[in-house]
């Protein structure tokens, strides 16, 4: 699952530590990944098209910010780079830092939706 290997390379950028991020959940302060939606699929090269919006939630503002910046600095316009599964040709955000506000919890809330373009490493075109 391209979330979890994505996960795993911010981890391995020490963007954020394994207690900081989570796929598809967050009760605490840290990072959330979501899927926002799959592309259509080209079936010929066996490229895939899908799209994670990173969920940034934090007390400081100045420190939620930061941590979106980070990312977006790291993903944005990054080219030919692999993870455990999948060969990732090109990633890109598709916008800055979204300010959300804060949650009931009176928690500042980032988000940055990043598209990637990869195929399966296991996969023969």
Excluded: C, P
């Amino acid at each position: 699952m391209i979330l979890t290997d994505v996960r795993d390379y911010l981890i391995s950028q020490n963007i954020a530590t394994a207690d900081e991020i989570f796929v598809g959940n967050l009760d605490g302060s840290g990072i959330m990944m979501t899927t926002g939606g799959n592309e259509a699929q080209d079936i010929y090269q066996g490229l895939k098209y899908e799209t994670i919006d990173f969920w940034i939630r934090n007390t400081s503002y100045e420190a939620g910010y930061q941590l979106t910046r980070d990312i977006i600095d790291l993903l944005h316009r990054l080219s030919n780079w692999e993870t455990t599964d999948f060969h990732i040709f090109f990633s890109h955000a598709m916008g800055g830092v979204e300010d959300l506000d804060r949650d009931g919890e009176g928690k500042r809330i980032f988000k940055v939706s990043v598209r990637f373009i990869f195929r399966k490493l296991t996969e023969i075109s």
